[in-house]
Structure formats: structure tokens, C-alpha cells
């Protein structure tokens, strides 16, 4: 499976090597917006009016009405603990992968080689393997390295230190790093590809190390792809359910194993409202994105 995911991979990136992209100017025309007369513009906004109440508005109705019927079962010291638990390793996953992001493409961009394509490449192959192979992966992984910590421990005479790192959150950190390092990693590449080659060349010439040249004109002229970066990698984290099960500590639950745990015991009403927490938590990063960019291309 990951063979495959490799090799497909790499002829996408294969297909698109020669396109270079930099610093738009300011002749570029917006796009015309073609206005449909009569029945046709009624019949298309109740087409794509339709497809939002069927698929969103509906579901999030009944939602509502559960979760007000049930607001006093619902809202626990459980609901409260879990959503901080979701918050707090999502947040945790976006910094890491963004920083991980910035770390490859600098150095695929200084650089400048096809072997220093390979880490990208390799991060970037998480995102497409099944959350439930991840996790069986970094669980194997992890282990082994728990077994080597003890055993060493226990040759220096320090005794057995147990599970430190498959028997802890860090597992699970690991896991969404791996998982979603493609998303932070593609949105951080697209923002590079926008700075022209000349002010690497620029900052060279002026005495910048690798150091200076990602603080002084990469960080501030990619910080929109960072922050876009690290929201959608944050959206993803807090609705990853099968990662989270698999490798979840003891009495550690997040947003959307609670709901999982309601939902497996038929108590729909009891997920209702974690449910529409996850829905505004991932919502409201992905309005504040899609104005992001509108902002960009107007």
C-alpha cells in the first residue's frame, strides 16, 4: 500500500516538475462572472441551496434538537475535559507539522537537489495510508523503542521505566504528525513556489545565513501559507477518530472518540452536541481560509 501511494505520488509530482509560479503582478484580470437570466439562476441557486440543506442544514437541525433536548446530560465535566483534550492535541499536531513543513521545503529550497526532494516526498506519504494502518505502524514502532528504553534501563540498573512512549500521548502526536505533515507540507511548498529565486539570491549577496534568509524573507512573506497550514492541519486533528482510538492512553478521550462511543451505543442524542462542537470547530477555521484567500486573489 505505501509502495503505491509512493509511486503515485511521485508521478503526480513528476507530471507538474517544470511549472514555476512566483510573486503574481498587478495585471492579472478577475475572472468574469457569467450571470444567468430567468428560470436558470432560480433553478441553480435552489440546486446548490438544495445539496447545502440536504447534506448540512438538515443533519444539523436534528443535531440542535437532540442536543437541547439533552442539554443537561449532555453538558458534563466529561464533555468539558474531552473537548480541552481535542484542543489541546490539535493544537500541539498543527505546530509540529508547520514547523516540520518549514524545515523540508527550506531545505529542498537551499538545496536545490533532487535528493533533498526525498523528505518531503516521504512525510508527505502519511496522509494518503488509512488512519487504522498508521496506527498499527507507529504503535510497532513505538514499542520496539519502549522495549530497547527498558532494556537498557534495566542493564544500567535503573529498573523497568514501563511504557514511555507507545503508553502516552506522544503516540498519539506521532500519529497525527505523521498523518496530516502532507497537508502542512503543501500548503508551506505552494507558498515558497510563490517567492521568486532572485531575493534568495538577494539575501545571499548581502551576508544572510540559511537562518536569516527563512526569518527575515521567507517567514514574512509566507506567513498566510503557515497559518492556512496550520488550520487545516488543526480541522483535521480534532475529527481523526481512528488514530485516536488505537493509540489513545488510558482514560484519555478526545472529541471525536466520545462521539464515536455515543454513536457505537446508539445514544444519538447523548453525541449530539460534541458532534456539533466538531462540526463549528472545523467550520469556522475553514470560513476564516476560504476569506484568506479571497482576500489573496482580489
Given at each position: 500500500m505505501l509502495l503505491v501511494i509512493f509511486m503515485l505520488i511521485s508521478a503526480e509530482r513528476h507530471s507538474r516538475r517544470k511549472q514555476k509560479l512566483y510573486s503574481q503582478g498587478g495585471n492579472a484580470k478577475p475572472l468574469d462572472r457569467l450571470e444567468l437570466p430567468g428560470l436558470k439562476k432560480w433553478m441553480a441557486a435552489a440546486w446548490c441551496w438544495g445539496l447545502v440543506t440536504v447534506a448540512f442544514l438538515l443533519p444539523m437541525l436534528q443535531l440542535v434538537i437532540y442536543a437541547y433536548g439533552y442539554w443537561q446530560e449532555s453538558w458534563s465535566n466529561d464533555f468539558v475535559e474531552y473537548s480541552l483534550n481535542s484542543l489541546n492535541l490539535s493544537v500541539a499536531t498543527a505546530l509540529v507539522t508547520v514547523v516540520l513543513a518549514l524545515l523540508v521545503n527550506v531545505y529542498r529550497r537551499l538545496r536545490g537537489t533532487k535528493a533533498s526532494l526525498v523528505p518531503s516526498r516521504i512525510a508527505s506519504t502519511g496522509y494518503a495510508v488509512p488512519g487504522t494502518v498508521l496506527a498499527i505502524g507507529v504503535l510497532i514502532v513505538l514499542t520496539n523503542a519502549d522495549h530497547l528504553i527498558n532494556d537498557v534501563a534495566i542493564g544500567l540498573g535503573l529498573g523497568r521505566p514501563g511504557l514511555i512512549l507507545s503508553g502516552t500521548m506522544f503516540a498519539v502526536l506521532a500519529a497525527f504528525v505523521v498523518r496530516f505533515a502532507a497537508v502542512a507540507i503543501g500548503s508551506v511548498e505552494s507558498g515558497l513556489a510563490k517567492v521568486s529565486p532572485s531575493l534568495d539570491m538577494a539575501s545571499r549577496t548581502m551576508g544572510c545565513s540559511a537562518t536569516q534568509m527563512?526569518?527575515?524573507?521567507?517567514?514574512?512573506?509566507?506567513?498566510?501559507?503557515?497559518?492556512?497550514?496550520?488550520?487545516?492541519?488543526?480541522?483535521?486533528?480534532?475529527?481523526?477518530?481512528?488514530?485516536?482510538?488505537?493509540?489513545?492512553?488510558?482514560?484519555?478521550?478526545?472529541?471525536?472518540?466520545?462521539?464515536?462511543?455515543?454513536?457505537?451505543?446508539?445514544?444519538?442524542?447523548?453525541?449530539?452536541?460534541?458532534?456539533?462542537?466538531?462540526?463549528?470547530?472545523?467550520?469556522?477555521?475553514?470560513?476564516?481560509?476560504?476569506?484568506?484567500?479571497?482576500?489573496?486573489?482580489?
Amino acid at each position: 500500500m505505501l509502495l503505491v501511494i509512493f509511486m503515485l505520488i511521485s508521478a503526480e509530482r513528476h507530471s507538474r516538475r517544470k511549472q514555476k509560479l512566483y510573486s503574481q503582478g498587478g495585471n492579472a484580470k478577475p475572472l468574469d462572472r457569467l450571470e444567468l437570466p430567468g428560470l436558470k439562476k432560480w433553478m441553480a441557486a435552489a440546486w446548490c441551496w438544495g445539496l447545502v440543506t440536504v447534506a448540512f442544514l438538515l443533519p444539523m437541525l436534528q443535531l440542535v434538537i437532540y442536543a437541547y433536548g439533552y442539554w443537561q446530560e449532555s453538558w458534563s465535566n466529561d464533555f468539558v475535559e474531552y473537548s480541552l483534550n481535542s484542543l489541546n492535541l490539535s493544537v500541539a499536531t498543527a505546530l509540529v507539522t508547520v514547523v516540520l513543513a518549514l524545515l523540508v521545503n527550506v531545505y529542498r529550497r537551499l538545496r536545490g537537489t533532487k535528493a533533498s526532494l526525498v523528505p518531503s516526498r516521504i512525510a508527505s506519504t502519511g496522509y494518503a495510508v488509512p488512519g487504522t494502518v498508521l496506527a498499527i505502524g507507529v504503535l510497532i514502532v513505538l514499542t520496539n523503542a519502549d522495549h530497547l528504553i527498558n532494556d537498557v534501563a534495566i542493564g544500567l540498573g535503573l529498573g523497568r521505566p514501563g511504557l514511555i512512549l507507545s503508553g502516552t500521548m506522544f503516540a498519539v502526536l506521532a500519529a497525527f504528525v505523521v498523518r496530516f505533515a502532507a497537508v502542512a507540507i503543501g500548503s508551506v511548498e505552494s507558498g515558497l513556489a510563490k517567492v521568486s529565486p532572485s531575493l534568495d539570491m538577494a539575501s545571499r549577496t548581502m551576508g544572510c545565513s540559511a537562518t536569516q534568509m527563512l526569518r527575515r524573507v521567507h517567514l514574512p512573506l509566507i506567513r498566510r501559507s503557515c497559518l492556512i497550514a496550520g488550520l487545516l492541519v488543526f480541522i483535521e486533528s480534532m475529527k481523526e477518530l481512528n488514530a485516536a482510538i488505537l493509540l489513545r492512553p488510558f482514560n484519555f478521550e478526545t472529541l471525536a472518540t466520545y462521539v464515536f462511543n455515543f454513536a457505537s451505543d446508539e445514544h444519538l442524542e447523548l453525541a449530539a452536541l460534541p458532534a456539533i462542537l466538531l462540526v463549528l470547530v472545523g467550520l469556522v477555521p475553514l470560513i476564516l481560509i476560504n476569506r484568506s484567500l479571497e482576500q489573496t486573489h482580489s
